[in-house]
């Protein structure tokens, strides 16, 4: 569906994309991950022919993007980061003036209009202004605003920033619907329990490079261990540093330390140890592997640092 | 109180940390101020002189006394010819001078008639032609012309006091008169008696520079001035008729920078991105832009007239199609202007703050707060440079003087030709980048 290949772009003062390669399958939900600034909003803005990249070629579906290149577009439905809808008028204005920009007929983009309104439990208030709206009614909007021409291709820039949970809910739901429906998504976010949750294939992104990419499975199977052991900070773990590290490698992170278990590592062996040195249990939590473990493993940093 | 000045000081530190702030409570006013100055400072010194057309066609002495002393006053400044298609001076006779005011080359003309002043003459007989277009240009011309006229003629006063006593109370009578005038001014304030049967200038503030007085007053036998007004006698409200024009240009100015500036707005809410992701180009959301604009411009326009119409029952209606080409010529070039302001400018708040400055110079300059014809020399020049000019210009040849559409071709050309320049300066800044 999607094919990215040495795609380099650069701001006056910044490379937001360096040397990029790879590609989507139709039906794929695939997600970018990656902090802010990494350069995901730039890729989905090159996706889409915002602007073109400074070096390298993308293809959607056989054809290749540029900024001139308007057919493309129909195939594309891009929910941007930011609330791109008009304040001053109501919600069933906003998609009748965007849904126009698509040429569809009056009637089915009526139909069309109802049905996506039904679907994020906003019929309700289609006649207020969205202004009055909550930000998470905002993100709904934001996000149905994009879909009125049944694109097979659906580009989410974030598209759940700093709403409620019973709002991501329903953009995660009606997402994954809409992924079991046949549509390809490609989904940026800097929250790694989206990634996990949502997507088949995941490209995590730094400093604008892909640095791991691969199903949720196969990424994590870089990291050579399962768990990992949460180690809050305090005078007595600080203390019995050099024994915790004997157990494997230890990252200082903020306010607590990683512990990452070398091979052959033994839990009973782990908890004799704590029992040993008088370092109570509550210091210590076991975590399965996560895409922000990679990530810490990948680049020494936490996503959201 | 310590709360209160933390509370003060931060006030200041987001002021000063606010370039645009920064720029509205200072920069814009002291630059709006250096520009009124050199606009308005001059007005009423005498400095800016004013065009009279002029004809003398009078033998009599006094005539060329008269044009001698016009000739070298200060604030006027006598035409005594024109140039005709061929690029020759013809020198003005009495149809062509009228041709002239009313052709709205100039806002008045003085005409010394062959009968100016004869040997039987009471008075001095003078011919004045005018287009009221501008009311304060005509008081002071008419003030000026009074006071040079009287103060550069006594003997006048003299000969024509001699003349109409003799005409009132007979030869005899009349001369007896004058003598005993004589004799009791000689006794009781000076020995000159010439001097003393001179009013003083001061007393000319009972002539009136209009005919048709009491024939019997004295004062108005002396000088008569015979006003013919040339334009605009059948204008219901000339005062609306003059004004509308520049107050409709300021705020079509006003509107269409914020509705050209709302691009910036669209581009920070992400509304453009959401548009270009749609199969719409660059150029379709410039030219869509443009013919929003222009058409509200055009809209504007016609709905502040047609309220002019109905409130001050100004004629537009007479000469509705001349008056449609000139709105539609200064909407264009109005949208041209605020499209320029969206292009160079970063934000929203930025382009409406360069718009004002921008706007209430060039509404000033350009003469839609008060005549150019009195700012000096260099400002009128660069008035012509503005919009606002050429449209007011142009609203004001239709509405006050009825022209055809031949008369407003130059001011449209010129809308057109100043949109077109701005408009490329426009695509080439679009081209940047900065919005798109």
């Known amino acids: 569906m999607i094919k990215i290949t040495n795609i380099t772009k650069r701001f006056p003062t910044v490379t937001a994309l360096e040397n990029i390669s790879f590609t989507i399958n139709k039906q794929e939900f695939f997600g970018l991950l990656g902090p802010n600034g990494a350069g995901k909003t730039t890729l989905m803005n090159l996706l889409v022919g915002y602007f073109d990249a400074d070096k390298g070629e993308i293809e959607i579906a056989g054809e290749r993007v540029s900024r001139d290149t308007l057919q493309t577009r129909k195939n594309i439905g891009l929910v941007p980061q930011s609330l791109a809808l008009y304040d001053d008028i109501s919600a069933e204005e906003n998609l009748k003036i965007f849904g126009s920009f698509y040429h569809i007929d009056k009637n089915v983009l009526s139909d069309r209009i109802k049905e996506k309104l039904e679907s994020v439990q906003l019929y309700d208030r289609r006649k207020e202004k969205v202004k009055t709206f909550s930000g998470g009614m905002k993100r709904r909007l934001n996000m149905i605003a994009s879909l009125l021409h049944d694109p097979p291709l659906i580009l989410c820039d974030e598209p759940t920033v700093g709403i409620d949970p019973q709002s991501r809910n329903a953009i995660f739901d009606y997402l994954t619907l809409l992924n079991q429906q046949g549509k390809t998504i490609v989904y940026t976010t800097h929250y790694m329990e989206e990634a996990e949750r949502l997507c088949n294939r995941i490209a995590i992104i730094d400093h604008g490079k892909i640095i791991a990419e691969g199903s949720l499975d196969k990424l994590l199977e870089r990291l050579h261990y399962d768990d990992t052991i949460s180690i809050i900070k305090n005078q007595t773990t600080i203390a019995n540093l050099h024994i915790i590290k004997s157990f494997g490698d230890l990252i200082d992170v903020n306010e607590h330390f990683e512990l990452k278990p070398k091979q052959g590592f033994l839990l009973s062996e782990f908890y004799s140890m704590l029992e040993k040195h008088n370092i109570g249990y509550k210091f210590i939590e076991t975590k399965r592997p996560s895409l922000e473990s990679l990530f810490l493993h990948l680049t020494g940093r936490r996503l959201r640092d | ?436």
Not at chain 2, 24 to 51: C, D, H, M, N, Y
Not at chain 2, 60 to 67: G, V, Y
Not at chain 2, 123 to 135: E, Q, S, T, V, W
Not at chain 2, 249 to 275: H, N
Request: glycine share 8%.
């Open chain 2, 1 to 436: 109180m310590k709360t209160i000045y933390k509370l003060i000081v931060k006030e200041y530190k987001l002021l000063l940390s606010d370039r645009l702030g920064m720029m509205l409570t200072f920069i814009i006013p002291l630059a709006l101020i250096f520009i009124w100055g050199l606009v308005f400072g001059k007005i009423g010194s005498g400095s800016q002189k004013l065009r009279l057309a002029f004809v003398n066609l009078s033998d009599a002495p006094i005539s060329s006394k008269i044009e001698s002393a016009l000739d070298s006053s200060k604030t006027l400044v006598l035409l005594k010819s024109y140039q005709d298609e061929t690029g020759k001076r013809i020198k003005f006779d009495t149809t062509s001078v009228q041709d002239y005011v009313k052709r709205g080359r100039v806002s008045a003309a003085l005409v010394i008639p062959v009968d100016a002043y004869t040997d039987t003459s009471s008075g001095l007989k003078l011919k004045f032609y005018y287009d009221p277009k501008n009311d304060f240009e005509m008081q002071l011309m008419q003030g000026v012309l009074q006071q040079t006229i009287m103060s550069e003629i006594p003997d006048l006063f003299l000969q024509g006091m001699q003349r109409q006593s003799i005409k009132y109370l007979g030869t005899d009578s009349g001369k007896a008169f004058n003598d005993a005038i004589t004799g009791v001014i000689e006794k009781y304030f000076s020995n000159d008696k010439k001097l003393s049967q001179i009013p003083s200038v001061s007393d000319t503030s009972n002539l009136s520079l209009t005919k048709n007085k009491d024939e019997n007053n004295f004062f108005q036998n002396i000088l008569q001035i015979d006003n013919v007004q040339l334009v605009g006698q059948d204008i219901a409200n000339p005062w609306a008729t003059r004004s509308v024009g520049g107050w409709a240009m300021m705020f079509l100015l006003f509107t269409l920078t914020a509705t050209s500036s709302s691009l910036l707005d669209e581009k920070k809410s992400g509304v453009i991105l959401r548009i270009l992701a749609s199969p719409i180009s660059r150029v379709q959301i410039l030219w869509s832009k443009y013919l929003f604009n222009m058409s509200l411009g055009f809209i504007q326009l016609s709905v502040l007239f047609l309220g002019g119409a109905l409130m001050y029952k100004i004629n537009i209606f007479s000469n509705i199609f001349n008056l449609a080409l000139i709105i539609s010529a200064a909407a264009t070039a109005c949208t041209a202007f605020g499209m320029l302001l969206a292009a160079v400018s970063r934000t929203a708040a930025q382009a409406n703050g360069l718009g004002m400055f921008l706007i209430l110079s060039m509404s000033s300059i350009g003469g839609a707060w008060f005549p150019t014809a009195f700012m000096p020399d260099f400002i009128q020049t660069i008035s012509k440079g503005t919009i606002v000019y050429w449209a007011m210009d142009g609203i004001q040849q239709v509405l006050w003087r009825g022209v055809g559409t031949g008369e407003i071709v130059p001011n449209i050309a010129i809308l057109l030709g100043m949109a077109m320049l701005i408009t490329s300066v426009s695509i080439w800044q679009f081209k940047k980048g900065h919005v798109f």
